[in-house]
């Protein structure tokens, strides 16, 4: 069980950081916060320390800069996860929230680049699928989580039930009493105690899925059936 989280990350404002990294982190604040159209490059500069120019030198541009914050935000979200997989059967919840986002306010930026729809959003969901992906196969191989008959569509369904609370968070604050974008402790281990209970425990009995299963495999192909038969018609 893991006793120690990994070191806290360092503030924007910290100057034995690099500009480049100032900037990102200061970024990420103020995307977060404002959202990606009410934030300037002047304001971003200013939090972090540095010229506008230099954020300019480094990223190019406001888009350049928020496709760096989504790979960042992403990179830390598979890190973490990556490391919770690890710990198979000894994972410790609590330790694994506050090991996970350090000073870094990634459920709400993730929240807000949800909603707000930038241009590189899909970009960001297909990424944390296909990681999603590698740490199911740990779970599965380490026996913290049970084996799946399509992985993928598993991995994608997770990601889209998450990321979708994440933009209805203020009614899961509301419903709930759980604070998801401030990454309270007290908040995410009681939203993680909920999600594991219906994720362990399910919903619909084994048994009637079981028959249910094989009647909506059959639905299915007769659906793609039709829609191709349709299709056919149509172009002739």
Not at 54 to 77: N, Q, T, Y
Not at 115 to 127: R, T
Not at 140 to 146: C, E, M, P
Request: glycine share 6%; hydrophobic share 40%; with cysteine.
């Amino acid at each position: 069980m893991s006793t120690n989280g990994p070191p806290r990350r360092r503030r924007t404002d910290d100057p034995d950081r690099t500009a480049r990294a100032r900037i990102r982190d200061a970024a990420i604040e103020r995307f977060a916060t404002h959202g990606v159209a009410a934030t300037n490059l002047k304001d971003i500069a200013a939090d972090a320390g540095v010229s506008p120019p230099l954020v300019i030198h480094h990223f190019g541009s406001k888009e350049g800069l928020k496709a760096a914050c989504d790979e960042h935000i992403a990179s830390l979200i598979r890190e973490q996860k990556s490391r919770a997989m690890s710990e198979g059967r000894n994972l410790d919840p609590l330790q694994a929230i506050r090991d996970a986002y350090g000073d870094t306010p990634i459920l709400k930026y993730l929240a807000r680049t949800i909603a707000d729809g930038s241009p590189h959003v899909a970009e960001l969901i297909d990424e944390m699928v296909e990681d999603s992906l590698s740490y199911l196969t740990d779970g599965i191989a380490n026996g913290l989580l049970k084996p799946t008959e399509n992985l993928r569509e598993s991995a994608a369904l997770l990601c889209l039930w998450q990321l979708g609370t994440l933009v209805l968070h203020e009614h899961v604050k509301r419903l709930l009493g759980i604070d998801l974008v401030e990454g309270d402790p007290r908040s995410l281990v009681k939203w993680m105690r909920i999600n594991a209970e219906i994720l362990a425990k399910g919903v619909i009995n084994e048994e009637i899925y079981d028959n249910w299963r094989d009647a909506m495999k059959a639905a299915e192909r007769q659906a793609t059936t039709e829609q191709s038969e349709s299709t056919d018609r149509d172009t002739t």
